[in-house]
C-alpha cells in the first residue's frame, strides 16, 4: 500500500510538472517577436521585491561536468548560455535536437561570450567518462560546449526550471521522455529564448534571438 501511494504521488507530479511545462512552453512560443525587434522579451512569472519586478531566474545549481569538475550557477553567470536536456542512448530526439546544437556550436565557437550546457536524463550510464567520449564524437571542446551529470532527480528537477518537459517513462523510448526545447540564458540567469531543436528553421530564428541578446552586451 505504501508503495501504490508513492507510485500515485510520483505520477501526480510528473503530471502537474508536464501540464505546467506545457502551459509555460504555449507562452514561450505565442511571444515569439521580430527579431530585428529591440532587447528580446522576459520569460517566466515576475516577482516583487520591495516594490521592484524581478524576472524569473534559473535556480542556483551544481552538478559535475565530462571531467567530473564541479560546476555551479556562478561559474555560468558571466555567460549567456544555451541549454538543453537529452542523454546518450537516446533512440529518438536527442540526435536531431544535438544536430541542431552543433548548428549553435559552429556559428559561435570563437564567441568567447557564448557557452552551450547539455545536460544528462540519464546519469546512470552518462557517467562522466562517457560524456567525455560523447563529446569528443561530436568533435566539439568542451571548454565551449559543457555536459553536465549529477543526481537523477535533480537533473529531471531542474529541466522543469528551463521549462523543458522530462519525466521517467516506460513506454518512451530509452524509458525517458523528453521535449527537444533549447533554451537560452543570459548573464542573470534570466530566460530570454526558446526553440524546438527538432525544428531546423525554429532554430534559424534562434539563432537570430542569440544574435540580439549578444547585441544587448555589446551596448553595456
Known sequence: M???TLQKNTLMRNNLNIITTLLVTVVLFSCKEDPNKG????YGEKS???GDTVNYQIPEFKFFDQDSNAVTSTDLDPYIYVTDFFFTTCPSICPIVKKQMLRIYDKYKDNPKLKLVSHTLDPKRDTAGKLRKYAQKLKVSTEKWIFLTG??????DMSANY???AYEDDDAPGGIDHSGLVVLIDTNRNVRASAQGTDPDDITEFLLDIDRLLMEYEKD
Open 151 to 156: 543526481d537523477k532527480d535533480s537533473l529531471i
Open 163 to 165: 521549462f523543458i518537459s
Open 39 to 42: 532587447p528580446l522579451p522576459y
Open 2 to 4: 505504501k508503495l501504490l
Open 48 to 50: 516583487f521585491v520591495n
